[in-house]
């Protein structure tokens, strides 16, 4: 971090400080609104000029981000200040609201990641009070789990949020939005379009959700479009013989993955319906290849008896990808049905990979 973003994020910092001392002693400066907003005058003028496009040298994301960051920081300390202001002028006004902007991995949202207490809040609570004096804090959400419902708001009130060192804040603010932006193909877009079905069903089976659950109608929408180009495009076995095999046994492990999320969506409907010997498969691709003993499977209502919904939808989560891998030859004398559960959640390319060479093999032999 530039040393003179940090010292101007201190002042920035500092004005904040003394709005929440000043509240919490009773102590109210006049002067401090006016001299507060001639140093903010001249750092917006700062900031937004740096802004402004530089044909030369031209601005990098990184340096964007200082300034950004240094907005996000300035915006709450100015609605500080407003509240600190209608709080001198009536003191009795103790519904007014400090604010902060909480950080998470994502970057910074838009009010859904504000927090504020109000003054009364603050001059019942001291150490709450000396909490926002930080105009930006950070939430590590990076674990949790969000209900279909949930928002950032959410999960800043269940795990709270905390100031840390203003370099750590700006870095991770710009990891949050520095990101390459892979290239999808199509392949991989319906791949991962499986894998959120299949997740979709153990997320309804571990939290409650609102509203009308229309999972089966909304994958067979998509079954019906996209199940007549798989099968007519790579219902051949001669993996070996096309002019790109590579993306030909991706293509024959999306079909497979589409029918083994067909029969996961199929089964969960009779779930609902009453059946609580339903289950939940994943297809398992071994180095030689697919086999029809190659299934791990787990019970929905095993997955509904959960006591806790975290845990359940972790257990759930582990079929979340339709199709797994592992590293054995499934005709091994020492593979037994347990050893389903040593699978591994590999890209499609990779799958791909396995599967190709697997075919060669076998057609050579």
């Given at each position: 971090?530039?040393?003179?973003?940090?010292?101007?994020?201190?002042?920035?910092?500092?004005?904040?400080?003394?709005?929440?001392?000043?509240?919490?002693?009773?102590d109210?400066?006049?002067?401090l609104?006016?001299?507060?907003?001639?140093?903010?005058?001249?750092?917006?003028?700062?900031?937004?000029?740096?802004?402004?496009?530089?044909?030369?040298?031209?601005v990098?994301?990184?340096?964007?981000a200082?300034?950004?960051?240094?907005?996000?920081?300035?915006?709450?300390?100015?609605?500080?200040?407003?509240?600190?202001?209608?709080?001198?002028?009536?003191?009795?006004?103790?519904?007014?609201?400090?604010y902060?902007?909480?950080?998470?991995?994502?970057?910074?949202?838009?009010?859904?990641?504000?927090?504020?207490?109000?003054?009364?809040?603050m001059?019942?609570?001291?150490?709450?009070?000396?909490?926002?004096?930080?105009?930006?804090?950070f939430?590590?959400?990076?674990?949790?789990?969000?209900?279909?419902?949930?928002?950032?708001?959410?999960?800043?009130?269940?795990?709270?949020?905390?100031?840390?060192?203003?370099?750590?804040?700006?870095?991770?603010?710009?990891?949050?939005?520095?990101?390459?932006?892979?290239?999808?193909?199509?392949?991989?877009?319906?791949?991962?379009?499986l894998?959120?079905?299949?997740?979709?069903?153990g997320?309804?089976?571990?939290?409650?959700?609102?509203?009308?659950?229309?999972?089966y109608?909304?994958?067979?929408?998509?079954?019906?479009g996209?199940?007549?180009?798989?099968?007519?495009?790579?219902?051949?076995?001669?993996?070996?013989?096309?002019?790109?095999?590579?993306?030909?046994?991706?293509?024959?492990?999306?079909?497979?993955?589409?029918?083994?999320?067909?029969?996961?969506?199929?089964?969960?409907?009779?779930?609902?319906?009453?059946?609580?010997n339903?289950?939940?498969?994943?297809?398992?691709l071994?180095?030689?290849?697919?086999?029809?003993?190659?299934?791990?499977?787990?019970?929905?209502?095993?997955?509904?008896?959960?006591?806790?919904?975290?845990?359940?939808?972790?257990?759930?989560?582990?079929?979340?990808?339709?199709?797994?891998?592992?590293?054995?030859?499934?005709?091994?004398?020492?593979f037994?049905?347990?050893?389903?559960?040593d699978f591994?959640?590999?890209?499609?390319?990779?799958?791909?990979?396995?599967?190709?060479?697997?075919?060669?093999?076998?057609?050579?032999?």
């Amino acid at each position: 971090m530039n040393n003179i973003v940090r010292a101007m994020f201190d002042k920035v910092q500092y004005y904040n400080d003394v709005v929440i001392n000043n509240i919490s002693d009773a102590d109210l400066e006049e002067n401090l609104v006016q001299e507060y907003r001639q140093f903010s005058d001249i750092l917006l003028h700062i900031l937004h000029t740096s802004l402004e496009p530089i044909i030369v040298d031209e601005v990098t994301a990184e340096d964007k981000a200082e300034t950004q960051f240094m907005l996000y920081a300035l915006r709450m300390v100015s609605m500080n200040i407003k509240t600190y202001e209608a709080y001198l002028q009536d003191t009795s006004k103790t519904d007014l609201r400090i604010y902060r902007h909480v950080l998470t991995k994502d970057g910074f949202g838009t009010n859904d990641q504000w927090e504020s207490i109000t003054i009364k809040d603050m001059l019942d609570d001291h150490n709450l009070a000396t909490a926002f004096i930080s105009p930006i804090a950070f939430c590590d959400d990076s674990e949790y789990v969000y209900a279909e419902d949930a928002s950032k708001q959410d999960a800043i009130k269940e795990l709270g949020a905390k100031a840390i060192n203003v370099s750590q804040m700006l870095q991770i603010y710009v990891d949050s939005i520095v990101k390459p932006v892979p290239f999808t193909t199509l392949h991989e877009q319906i791949f991962q379009k499986l894998n959120v079905f299949n997740d979709k069903i153990g997320f309804k089976l571990s939290y409650k959700s609102k509203g009308e659950d229309t999972l089966y109608e909304d994958f067979y929408t998509f079954y019906n479009g996209i199940y007549p180009v798989l099968r007519n495009t790579y219902n051949y076995d001669a993996i070996k013989d096309q002019s790109n095999p590579s993306l030909y046994a991706e293509g024959a492990i999306l079909f497979q993955a589409l029918l083994a999320v067909k029969e996961n969506i199929d089964n969960y409907k009779l779930f609902l319906e009453g059946d609580n010997n339903a289950k939940m498969k994943k297809i398992i691709l071994f180095t030689n290849g697919f086999h029809s003993g190659g299934k791990l499977s787990v019970k929905y209502a095993d997955l509904k008896n959960e006591t806790e919904s975290k845990k359940a939808y972790a257990a759930g989560r582990r079929f979340k990808q339709p199709v797994g891998f592992i590293d054995a030859d499934s005709s091994e004398e020492d593979f037994t049905a347990n050893d389903l559960n040593d699978f591994q959640d590999l890209e499609l390319t990779q799958l791909a990979r396995i599967f190709e060479k697997a075919e060669r093999a076998e057609r050579e032999d």
